[in-house]
C-alpha cells in the first residue's frame, strides 16, 4: 500500500475546502455549528473526486491480476486416496508426488514475480482499505445531504430566541421536506411488495436508498452540466471580448441597482417597526433581551441611524403601552433575518459588479496607451511582496495583452473537452464498437500498464465534469435566497445549500464517468470486469427499475438537448419575451439598462 500518495491527495483536498469556506465564508461571524458542516461536506465531496482515480488504477491492477492468474493446477491423485490404503511401496510416491507439485508451483510463482506482467501501481491502495474509505465518505456526506444540512438551513433562518425554539422550528419547517421523502419511500416498499420476483431485506432496502439518491442526483447532473458544458467555455471566449464584457457589465449592475434599491427599502420598513418596538419597550420588559438580540444582527453602519433616531424621537414614543408578545417577535426576526439577507446579497453583488465595470474601463484606458504602464482609477493597497513581483509595467501586459489570448487559448481547449464529454455522453451506453472516447483513452493506458498516464486522464476528465457542474453551483441564484459571493460575503444559508448541492452531485457525477469510461459493469454488461471499490460501496449508474428501462436513451439525449438549448440562449430568449430583462444584444430596454449604468460610471469618476 502507498501510503505517501493517499496522505499527500488527503490533506491537499483538506487544504483545498478550508481555502474555499475562508474565501467564500466568514469563520469568524458564522456559527461554528454551520461552518463544520459545511467544510465537512465540502471535504468529502471533494476527497471522492480525488481519489476516484486512485481506485480506477488500482481497480485496473487488480483485473490485470485476474486476467494472468495461473489457471487452477490438478489436485494430485494421493490427496483422494485413503490413508489406509498406503503401503511402504506407495509412501514412496505419497513423498514424491507433493514434491513434483511443489517445484511445478514455485516455478511458476518464481517465473511470475521475476518478471511480473502486471506491475503494482505507484498508488495502489488494497480494496478493503478503499472500501473502508468510501463508506465513512459516502454514508456520512448523504447524513448530511438529506438530514443534518436541512435542519441547519432552516435552524439558521429560524425567528426564536432560543436553541430549543429554533430546532424545533427548523423540524417543524422540514416537515413537508421529510414527509415528502417518506411518501416516496411507502411507494417504493409498495411497488417492491407488489413485484413478485423482489423480496425486501435489509441489503436491498439500503440498495434501494442508495439508487433513489442517485436517481435523484443523475437528474440533476442533466441540469448542471447540459448548462456548464457550454456556459464554462463560452464564458471563457466572452471574458476575451473587452467590449461586450464591459456592456454586459453595465446591464447587470444597472439591473440589480433596482433589486438593490427595492432591498434597501424592504430592509428600512422592516427597522422602522423594530425602532418604534425598541423605543416603545424598556428595559425592564420581559421581552427587552429578544428585541436587544435582533438589534445585534443590525450592521454598523444601520445601527447609528437606529440609535439616533431613538434618541430624537424618545420623547414621543415613551407614552405608549402597546408591546408584541413573544410569537410576534419571532415572527419579526425571521421576517427581519430574511430580509437583511437579501440586502446583504444584492450589496455585495453590486459591489463586485461596480469593481469588475471600473477594472474593465481601466484595461480599455490603459491598453491604448503607449508607454505600458498599468495607471488604475483608484489605486488599492498591495502586500509588499505583491509590489514587489506584480509591477505596473507587468500588470499592463497581463491585463492589455497576455490574458486575452489566455482565455482564448483555454476557451478552445474547453470547447474541444466539451465535444469530447458530448460525445462520450451520447455513445458510452454501446459496448461493439467502443465509441466513448473517454473509454478508449483508460482502456489504452490499461493494456499498456501504464497506471500514471491513466490517473492523469481520470483526473483531467472528473475535474472538467466537475469545473462544469460546480461552476453552475457557484454561480446560480434561486430566487433571491442563494448565492456565493467571495471575500467573505457567503450568508449561512447560502453555505448550507451548497454543501447539500455537493454531497448530493458528486456520487452521481462520478458513477457517470465510471459509465463514460466503461468500469461500471451494469453499463457495459461485462460479468468478468472487477469492480471499482467505489461501486461496490456506492452502487452502479442504475436508477429506480420503473425508470431504468428507457434511461441510457433519455439520459444522453437530455444533457444534448439541455447544451443546445444553452447555446442558443433558449432560456434567456423566453424569459425575455416574458418580460424578464435579459441580456439579448440590440434590444431597447438592454440599451437603456446600459446607458443609465453608464450614467452612474460618469457619477463615480467625477467623485
Known amino acids: 500500500m502507498s501510503v505517501g500518495p493517499l496522505t499527500v491527495e488527503i490533506v491537499f483536498t483538506f487544504c483545498l475546502s478550508a481555502i474555499l469556506l475562508y474565501k467564500y465564508g466568514n469563520w469568524k461571524k458564522h456559527h461554528v455549528f454551520v461552518t463544520i458542516p459545511v467544510l465537512i461536506a465540502w471535504y468529502f465531496s471533494f476527497t471522492i473526486i480525488v481519489m476516484l482515480p486512485m481506485d480506477v488504477s488500482s481497480t485496473s491492477y487488480r483485473q490485470c491480476l485476474k486476467e494472468n492468474s495461473p489457471p487452477p493446477l490438478p489436485t494430485p491423485a494421493w490427496e483422494n486416496t485413503p490413508v489406509e490404503n498406503f503401503t511402504s511401496n506407495a509412501n514412496e510416491t505419497w513423498v514424491s508426488s507433493p514434491f513434483r507439485v511443489s517445484s511445478r508451483s514455485t516455478a511458476l510463482e518464481t517465473e511470475l514475480f521475476d518478471d511480473p506482467v502486471c506491475k503494482e501501481p505507484w498508488s495502489y491502495i488494497p480494496n478493503n482499505s478503499l472500501r473502508n474509505l468510501w463508506r465513512i465518505v ?74 433513489t439518491s442517485n436517481t435523484w442526483g443523475l437528474f440533476l447532473l442533466v441540469l448542471l452540466l447540459g448548462y456548464g458544458l457550454v ?89 405608549s403601552n402597546t408591546f408584541p408578545s413573544e410569537k410576534s417577535l419571532i415572527r419579526i426576526h425571521r421576517q427581519f433575518k430574511k430580509t437583511l439577507r437579501i440586502c446583504h446579497r444584492t450589496r455585495t ?22 508607454d505600458r504602464y498599468f495607471k488604475p482609477s483608484f489605486h488599492k493597497s498591495h502586500s509588499y511582496w505583491i509590489r514587489l513581483f506584480y509591477t505596473p509595467s507587468l500588470e499592463w501586459y497581463w491585463k492589455c495583452l497576455i490574458r486575452v489570448w489566455t482565455l482564448r487559448v483555454l476557451s478552445i481547449v474547453f470547447t474541444i473537452l466539451t465535444v469530447f464529454v458530448v460525445w462520450s455522453e451520447v455513445t458510452f451506453f454501446n459496448k461493439k464498437p467502443v465509441l466513448s472516447l473517454f473509454a478508449v483513452f483508460v482502456d489504452l493506458a490499461k493494456r499498456n500498464y501504464d497506471y500514471f498516464y491513466m490517473e492523469v486522464v481520470c483526473c483531467l476528465i472528473i475535474a472538467y465534469l466537475c469545473i462544469c457542474a460546480y461552476y453552475t453551483i457557484f454561480k446560480i441564484r434561486i430566487l433571491n435566497f442563494y448565492y456565493l459571493a467571495p471575500h467573505h460575503q457567503t450568508d449561512e444559508y447560502s453555505l448550507i445549500f451548497s454543501g447539500m448541492l455537493l454531497c448530493r452531485l458528486t456520487p452521481p457525477l462520478c458513477l457517470n464517468f465510471l459509465g463514460l469510461v466503461h468500469l461500471d459493469s451494469h453499463v457495459t454488461s461485462d460479468p468478468n470486469i472487477v469492480e471499482t471499490s467505489y461501486t461496490q460501496i456506492m452502487g452502479h449508474m442504475d436508477v429506480i427499475s420503473f425508470i431504468s428501462n428507457g434511461f441510457n436513451i433519455y439520459f444522453p439525449i437530455g444533457i444534448l438537448v439541455l447544451c443546445l438549448a444553452t447555446y442558443f440562449h433558449v432560456g434567456s430568449r423566453f424569459l425575455h419575451v416574458i418580460g424578464f430583462q435579459q441580456f439579448v444584444g440590440d434590444d431597447e430596454m438592454t440599451n437603456d439598462l446600459i446607458d443609465e449604468e453608464i450614467g452612474r460610471a460618469s457619477c463615480r469618476e467625477r467623485v
Not at 448523504?142 to 429554533?166: E, R
Not at 433596482?258 to 420588559?285: V, W
Not at 463586485?352 to 491598453?367: F, G, P, T, Y
Open 138 to 211: 459516502y454514508w456520512t456526506s448523504q447524513c448530511l445531504t438529506w438530514l443534518i444540512l436541512p435542519l441547519m438551513q432552516s435552524y439558521s433562518q429560524a425567528g426564536d430566541f432560543t436553541v430549543a425554539g429554533k430546532l424545533r422550528s427548523a423540524i417543524i419547517d422540514n416537515a413537508i421536506y421529510y414527509g415528502s421523502y417518506l411518501l416516496i419511500f411507502i411507494v417504493l416498499l409498495f411497488y417492491i411488495a407488489a413485484s413478485p420476483n423482489l423480496h425486501v431485506n435489509g441489503p436491498k432496502l439500503k440498495v434501494i436508498c442508495i439508487t
Open 231 to 319: 456556459e464554462v467555455p463560452r464564458t471563457c471566449w466572452n471574458l476575451a471580448k473587452r467590449g461586450f464584457m464591459l456592456n454586459y457589465t453595465y446591464f447587470k449592475a444597472s439591473k440589480l441597482y433596482l433589486e438593490k434599491c427595492e432591498a434597501e427599502d424592504a430592509l428600512e420598513d422592516m427597522l422602522e417597526d423594530i425602532k418604534k418596538i425598541s423605543d416603545n419597550m424598556g428595559t425592564s420588559h420581559p421581552l427587552r433581551k429578544n428585541v436587544d438580540t435582533i438589534l445585534t444582527k443590525v450592521p454598523d453602519e444601520i445601527l447609528n441611524t437606529v440609535n439616533s433616531y431613538n434618541s430624537a424621537n424618545r420623547g414621543q414614543s415613551e407614552h
Open 349 to 370: 453583488q453590486w459591489n463586485i459588479l461596480v469593481n469588475s465595470a471600473i477594472d474593465l474601463e481601466d484595461v480599455a484606458r490603459n491598453e491604448i496607451s503607449n
